[in-house]
């Protein structure tokens, strides 16, 4: 505080200077006071003559979060959280540039206690992740995604993840999760993360994804592909194409010929995706490959199945075999003349 009066000599800022001095003068009176402390600085983000220095207010924040840590953790989420979350606009660009840097530093300092809370704390912050401003939606799945990697990628965790889009699948809901994800799957630069392959394949194991009233989830596994594909390199998109075709021919030993339809739908119009982003530039040779043998696969051993399926879903089929004609002509005439599937 004292090297920002030093260099702010605002009245506004000479205002929160004196209140709060004398509160926060060492260590163990900034422990004592924490809750003092909070109360007058989220209050002030209500007046409005102090508007020229809410950014100095959250840089003060950021430095108690600093010198508190674990002890602050309770305030941080039952006061600080859900009033900077009432208080971001996307019009102010330096407001909003203060509060992810605030939330990034929280989520870097706070780690074990929110990891103990994740439920609770994932549902107050969801808030940010289904805005409908995009840029706040990718900077909060940026934020968070820190967190997630912390935890284990497990059923458990993709179950409360994909709560949210059960209970609500609008556009932005749907949209900020997959952001989410994405920020999680995504390494450096234009890699797939190191463990990226595998959280593909626990996110392929979740049962949602065949419940029929789950539409909100297999959105998001659609929009996730597209956005994985269109920013990870394409010599490093085969571990996705892997896990893709081989949740595709899992669907066939589903028992139940409802879930059988939903998850078969779900995997050929993430295919269809993948093919049709960008005329095809995204989709590498080895991905074409990989389709064909699979879907040859699928017409040649399994055929009785393929019968039985929906005519929607045979449509699908085809019009994935269409947009593979594009790329491998050869082999693609070669499944039509070897199948007697009647499209």
């Avoid at 205002?15 to 809750?35: C, H, Q, T, Y």
């Avoid at 199945?305 to 449509?315: G, I, N, Y």
Wanted: proline share 2%; with cysteine.
């Amino acid at each position: 505080m004292k090297s920002e009066k030093f260099n702010n000599r605002t009245p506004e800022f000479t205002r929160v200077f004196r209140d709060i001095e004398g509160l926060s003068f060492s260590l163990p009176l900034l422990i004592m006071n924490k809750a003092q402390i909070t109360a007058k600085l989220l209050g002030y983000f209500d007046d409005q003559s102090l508007t020229v220095v809410h950014c100095v207010v959250i840089d003060l924040i950021i430095a108690m979060i600093k010198d508190l840590r674990q002890e602050i953790y309770e305030v941080f989420m039952h006061e600080i959280l859900p009033k900077v979350i009432g208080i971001i606009d996307a019009k102010n660009l330096p407001l909003m540039d203060k509060i992810f840097q605030l939330l990034s530093i929280s989520f870097k300092f706070l780690t074990k206690p929110i990891k103990d809370n994740i439920q609770s704390v994932f549902d107050i912050y969801f808030e940010l992740l289904k805005h409908k401003s995009h840029f706040i939606r990718k900077f909060t799945a940026q934020s968070f995604s820190y967190v997630i990697r912390k935890l284990p990628f497990e059923q458990n965790l993709i179950k409360m993840l994909f709560a949210v889009v059960a209970k609500d699948n609008h556009e932005d809901c749907v949209q900020g999760l997959s952001d989410l994800l994405f920020e999680v799957l995504s390494g450096s630069g234009e890699d797939l993360h190191s463990k990226g392959q595998a959280m593909v394949n626990e996110l392929f194991k979740y049962s949602g994804i065949f419940n029929s009233e789950e539409v909100g989830s297999r959105r998001v596994l659609r929009y996730l592909y597209l956005k994985l594909i269109n920013n990870i390199d394409i010599s490093k998109q085969m571990p996705l194409f892997e896990e893709l075709t081989s949740a595709l021919m899992g669907c066939l030993a589903v028992g139940d010929e409802a879930q059988k339809q939903i998850g078969l739908t779900l995997l050929f119009q993430v295919m269809n995706d993948s093919v049709r982003l960008k005329y095809g530039k995204r989709f590498c040779q080895e991905a074409v490959i990989l389709f064909t043998q699979t879907l040859n696969n699928l017409l040649s051993k399994h055929i009785a199945e393929c019968v039985a399926l929906s005519a929607p879903t045979r449509v699908m089929i085809a019009e994935t075999l269409g947009m593979l004609y594009y790329f491998k002509h050869a082999q693609v005439v070669k499944i039509f003349q070897d199948s007697n599937l009647d499209f």
